[in-house]
Every structure is written in C-alpha cells, then in structure tokens.
C-alpha cells in the first residue's frame, strides 16, 4: 500500500515544484525594512512589484517590534531591501534567521543594502565601539532623508530588480528615469523654500537629520539625546539650553516616536519651537511616498524657522 502513496507523490512534486515558480505575470516580492524603501521600490517597480515594509514610518527605526506576522512575509519574500549601517541590527537578524529563506540572507542574490554608494555622514574615524550603547556605530544609518541619496538607492533598486527579473528591464529603467525626474524637479522646489534659511542653526532630537540638513544647508548645533539612542539627562539638557540660548536657535526638530516632554520643557525655557519632523514616509497618513516626506518637512520647517525673521 505504501508504495502507490510514494508514487502519487513523486508524480506531485514537479507539478507542485512548476506552480511554486513564478509564472509569468508573478509580481517580485519585495520586502524592506523602511516604508521609504518600499515607496522609493514601487516607484521603480510600479505593477511589477508587491513592496511590503516590515517597519512604519511612525516607528523608531532602530527598536522595531519583531512579531511573528513579519517572519511569515520574509518567508515569502524574493527580495530584501535594507537601510544597513545597523539600522535594523536589533531587530532584523533573527527575523531573517526565523523566516528560512535562503535568498534573502545577507551576501545572496535577494539581499540589498542601500547604504552602499550614499553619502554616509559621521563614518567613525577610529576604533568601532559600542561604548555608551550608541546605535550608530558604522556611520548615520538616517541617509535617505538627503534627496541625493533618495536618487542613489533607486538606482540600487532599479539595478537589483533587472537583475532578479531581466525581462522587465526595460521597465525598471523607464521608471527610474522618471522617478528621477520627478525627483529633480520636486528638489529645486524643495530648495527654494529653504534658501532663505542657509545656515541656520537646529537643534534636533535624535542624530536622524544630518544628510537632510546638509542637503538644505542647515547646521545641526546639538541633540537633546547626549549620544544616539541614550535619552535625555538633566545635565545634557542644560547645555542644550545654553546651546539655544547662545546660538539664538529657533527650531528643533522632534521624530514623531519620542517623548515631547523635554523638547516642551526646552521650548519653555528658550522659546524655540518643537517641530514634529517626520524621518520617514508613513510618519503620519499624508506622507504617502518619498516625495510628500520632504513635502511635509520642509514646509514644517520653513514655518518654525522664518516664524518672527
Ligand atoms: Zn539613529
């Protein structure tokens, strides 16, 4: 009797082993890490692709909640796109290891990290270290907030995409030219609006903002986090009030998933205003895609800073 069953089964398995490739019109499956990530993939990859992003925008980025329903996602996935430079190194590894997936493991095919060819801001120069828990060991992991960069990681996900699926290449090319278009057009917009405030000093939050704030030629002065991933303390928040006070600063700028508590108190004390300043697309509903993130931001921005100029 046993031996007809492994029969039956051995017939099965390549007619099952057929449906489990991709047929034709079978999307990519993209996961990634940011919601950035997955606007900037759909962009690129329009009805090609079925982008899902294990982290929201209103989420701190470093400390995501690893639940169960994300591995099952990875398990399915032919691709994951990451941010790096440990962003994701407290949550993502065993999410990862759990969901048996082979091709999305670092190093394989259907594994990208975007980091590669941004401009990486606060490279260590010396020994890394973990010293004083700082969760940027290997350079800001925030980068996509610099359009710039925002250009680069398409190009990284255009490439990627005509690599695991080269009969669409031609579209993924198509797309990207116009996301990059778009892009250029959006960012003289972008820069306009914050010319007039070249060189003003921030202060911000965490470390999120230093490529936004090169690229809009702002100068963040301090954080109210003495080091990235340490909350605020008593004596750090002294100084940053001296900082304000000293340097006539009119703005900080707040991540949506921190505590307005001492930015309130900070505001108090100086009169600075707290900008609640959005790193990532799905921070709040309207910041719908990569370009409504600097929407958004900007004009957050432009409103606290030229307020009483
Ligand atoms: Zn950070």
Redesign the pocket.
């Known amino acids: 009797m046993r031996l007809p069953r492994l029969l039956l089964a051995a017939a099965l398995v390549p007619a099952l082993a057929a449906l489990s490739i991709a047929p034709a019109a079978a999307k990519v499956r993209v996961i990634t890490t940011l919601q950035d990530l997955s606007s900037i993939t759909e962009s690129i990859g329009g009805d090609l692709v079925d982008a899902f992003a294990l982290a929201k925008g209103y989420q701190d980025p470093?400390f995501v909640d690893a639940k169960p329903s994300l591995i099952l996602k990875l398990s399915r996935a032919d691709l994951l796109i990451v941010a790096g430079l440990e962003l994701e190194i407290g949550w993502l590894p065993p999410l990862i290891d759990q969901s048996r997936n082979e091709r999305i493991h670092p190093g394989n095919r259907g594994y990208l990290d975007v980091s590669t060819g941004c401009d990486i801001l606060q490279r260590p120069t010396g020994q890394v270290t973990r010293a004083m828990g700082d969760?940027?060991p290997f350079g800001n992991?925030?980068f996509w907030t610099d359009p710039d960069n925002g250009r680069i990681i398409a190009r990284s996900i255009a490439a990627k995409l005509s690599e695991l699926d080269p009969s669409n290449r031609a579209v993924y090319e198509k797309n990207l030219a116009a996301f990059e278009t778009m892009l250029a057009a959006k960012d003289k917009e972008w820069l306009a609006k914050m010319a007039p405030f070249a060189g003003a000093k921030i202060v911000t939050f965490?470390?999120?903002w230093p490529n936004f704030a090169k690229h809009f030629k702002l100068a963040v002065a301090g954080t109210i986090e003495p080091k990235?991933g340490i909350p605020p303390s008593p004596s750090h928040t002294l100084e940053i009030i001296n900082l304000i006070q000293s340097e006539k600063i009119r703005a900080m700028m707040v991540e949506p998933y921190f505590d307005l508590k001492t930015p309130k108190y900070l505001s108090g004390k100086t009169g600075a205003s707290v900008v609640v300043a959005y790193p990532s697309v799905g921070g709040v509903p309207e910041i719908k895609d990569y370009f409504a993130l600097f929407d958004v931001d900007v004009d957050a921005l432009v409103h606290a800073l030229g307020g009483t100029k």
Request: no cysteine; proline share 22%.
């Open positions: 470093h969760v940027h992991p925030h965490h470390e999120s990235p």
